[in-house]
């Protein structure tokens, strides 16, 4: 079973923010969250990860809660090349011993329109 | 850089029949793993290996065998193919090593029809 939860689907204009919502109640110290997103039926691709701290690169920010339990995804200016499925996942620091079996859940599909 | 390889990109098989999924990576990940994706679904984790030798079952291995003989490769074997195995798969790898960012590289996808 997936370890995550998200709304099945949201709009956004473009040029706004898209802030994408992840629960990940039971995630443990050890686990990342990771965000990828899937555009047509392309395989997915990878936008960002975190441990607790906030994180920004080119493509999107993180904001992780102070307890860790959820999470929320950042398009700052969404354009219709976002329009895509995106997946929120939960993964063990690399190199362990709980690393392998990595699940995804249904995802978001983010409809960006004019 | 290949990246991740998957072929072949489409395949119609009947009941019955076996084929083997080949992908290949040239990344030296040490993990990699395969997931089917039925229409409007999710991705499903089939099988998947930290390392050469090493292999697991996800969520969903019936009616599907792996093995990792080298690094570099992870075939995935339908045995008898079944109407419901028509999916799109894709295989995806990564790092396992301490440090490294855990980031999981795709393939581009086998569709895969059963009839």
């Known amino acids: 079973d997936a370890k995550t939860t998200q709304p099945p689907s949201m709009d956004c204009a473009e040029g706004r923010a898209a802030n994408l919502p992840c629960n990940h109640s039971?995630?443990?110290?050890?686990?990342?969250v990771y965000w990828y997103r899937q555009i047509h039926s392309q395989g997915p691709q990878y936008i960002i990860h975190?441990?607790?701290n906030n994180e920004t690169n080119e493509m999107a920010s993180l904001i992780i809660t102070e307890d860790r339990k959820s999470s929320t995804l950042i398009l700052p200016h969404a354009t219709l090349r976002d329009t895509a499925v995106y997946y929120c996942?939960?993964?063990?620091?690399?190199?362990?011993?709980?690393?392998?079996?990595?699940?995804f859940g249904q995802g978001t599909i983010l409809t960006v329109h004019p | 850089n290949a990246g991740v390889t998957q072929t072949p990109k489409f395949q119609v098989l009947k009941t019955g029949q076996s084929m083997t999924l080949q992908c290949a990576q040239d990344?030296?990940?040490?993990?990699m793993s395969w997931y089917r994706q039925d229409p409007g679904m999710g991705l499903r984790l089939i099988h998947y290996?930290?390392?050469?030798?090493?292999?697991d079952q996800g969520e969903v291995p019936n009616g599907y065998n792996v093995s990792r003989s080298t690094t570099e490769d992870f075939p995935l074997r339908l045995l008898s193919a079944a109407p419901s195995q028509t999916s799109v798969y894709f295989c995806?790898?990564?790092?396992?090593?301490?440090?490294?960012?855990?980031?999981?590289?795709f393939g581009e996808g086998s569709r895969l029809t059963v009839l």
């Open positions: 990344m030296n990940h040490e993990y």
């Open positions: 996942i939960v993964r063990p620091t690399p190199g362990g011993t709980s690393y392998g079996k990595l699940t």
């Open positions: 975190g441990l607790k």
């Open positions: 995806a790898s990564s790092y396992h090593r301490v440090g490294s960012t855990g980031e999981l590289f």
């Open positions: 039971t995630i443990s110290g050890n686990e990342y």
């Open positions: 290996s930290v390392g050469a030798g090493i292999t």
